[in-house]
């Protein structure tokens, strides 16, 4: 795996597991998150819905990234099938994302811009690996 590709996962599983802990410590009344850093009507209980239907994608793909990276480490073959998995439900999160905002015509930066980002970081990244994946060992 390359540093480049391994920095990629490891910043943004961190920054999604962080995240849903943070947002599990507040519908627990444990930690209060300003409303400024939340998405558009978060109090509503459809969209509150919406944004939870993110946690088992999210976390999954966030779970086989930094599974991914660690068995590149380990020199462990079975790294690429796994980031494979792990880049294309990133894939699919942010474009579920987009498509939401899109489609209500929000496109506030703080939320449409990073979940582009996550449609089109493991695009630079997936061909190479199913190409290596599909090669004869």
């Excluded at 969209?47 to 966030?62: G, H, R």
């Excluded at 489609?103 to 703080?110: K, S, T």
Aim: glycine residues 6%; hydrophobic residues 60%; proline residues 7%.
């Amino acid at each position: 795996m390359s540093k480049r590709l391994a920095g990629l996962i490891l910043v943004t599983d961190t920054l999604f597991l962080t995240y849903w802990f943070f947002s599990l410590l507040h519908i627990f009344g444990l930690f209060e998150l300003p409303a400024s850093m939340m998405y558009g009507d978060f109090e509503e209980p459809r969209v509150f819905a919406w944004n939870w239907s993110f946690f088992p994608i999210d976390v999954l793909f966030s779970l086989s990234g930094l599974l991914a990276v660690r068995l590149s480490r380990r020199g462990d073959p079975r790294w690429r099938p796994v980031a494979i998995i792990s880049l294309c439900l990133t894939f699919v999160a942010g474009f579920m994302a987009c498509a939401y905002w899109a489609i209500l015509g929000e496109f506030d930066p703080a939320w449409f811009l990073p979940n582009l980002a996550l449609v089109i970081w493991p695009l630079f990244f997936l061909p190479s690996l199913i190409n290596a994946a599909a090669q004869p060992t």
